[in-house]
């Protein structure tokens, strides 16, 4: 069976990482990063879940990605985020693992 549908966040917290800073000084680990909308589309296959559009901005920054928790609650996935706080925009990618009590993002090169 399979379920799907879309959600809207607002006003909530990425904990993990502080795309700003992991940005800025090459770092991405520790932190955390606000938004203040953004939307999720996912779809429960099985004992996964699949977000496969997730869209988080605030002012000056704003990320995009993919994921999939398993039943175990673990997790993988791509993020990119865009820093524009500064005259000329950053963006990273970042990759996604770890479990949902500890998630793991790490810059991508």
């Known amino acids: 069976m399979s379920i799907s549908g ?18 800025q000084e090459s770092l991405a680990t520790g932190g955390s990063s606000a938004y203040n909308n ?19 901005g605030r002012t000056g920054l704003s990320a995009e990605g993919t994921a999939t928790v398993d039943a175990e609650g673990r997790l993988s996935g791509r993020l990119a985020a865009t820093s524009t706080i500064q005259e000329d925009p950053i963006t990273g990618s970042f990759g996604l693992s770890g479990t949902l009590a500890k998630p793991v993002i790490r810059r991508v090169y």
């Open 6 to 23: 879309t959600a809207a966040l607002d006003q909530g917290m990425i904990t993990g990482v502080d795309f700003v800073r992991a940005l």
């Open 38 to 56: 953004g939307a999720a589309t996912f779809q429960w296959r099985g004992s996964r879940l699949v977000i496969s559009t997730l869209r988080v």
